[in-house]
């Protein structure tokens, strides 16, 4: 990953772009989304994602494993109680090796409000 180079006026969850095989990419700090408190930004991860035709950095603590279930493995979302998470990006629930493992739809993560301004920094980024 390059030097993620900050962007002037754009939300505080908003790190900044970076471009990779010749594209630009948004990078969104999900600590900041889930209101969480910042750690520090020396060796930062980010899972790269496709949405709408936009690439999305999102900047992650830690991937310690990928993992393949089907959906009968996959229990209900529990109730919206987790603060600063928008309900609708919940997918549902794990069990793995005694852990409450979290789905997170990373399309559905960010508010209408939040993806029409991202929608601005990638038409003004590109």
Do not use: W
Request: aromatic share 4%.
């Amino acid at each position: 990953m390059g030097e993620v180079r900050k962007l002037p006026s754009v939300p505080q969850f908003i790190e900044g772009v970076f471009e990779s095989y010749n594209r630009i990419v948004i990078v969104i700090d999900l600590r900041k989304i889930f209101q969480l408190e910042s750690t520090a930004m020396e060796d930062i991860k980010v899972i790269i994602c496709s949405i709408n035709d936009s690439l999305i950095g999102f900047i992650v603590d830690d991937v310690s494993q990928v993992i393949q279930k089907t959906r009968s493995e996959i229990q209900p979302s529990p109730p919206p109680v987790i603060r600063g998470i928008n309900p609708n990006c919940v997918y549902g629930m794990l069990d793995e090796d005694d852990k409450h493992v979290l789905l997170i739809n990373l399309e559905k993560i960010l508010t209408k409000q939040e993806s029409q301004i991202l929608s601005k920094v990638d038409s003004v980024t590109l």
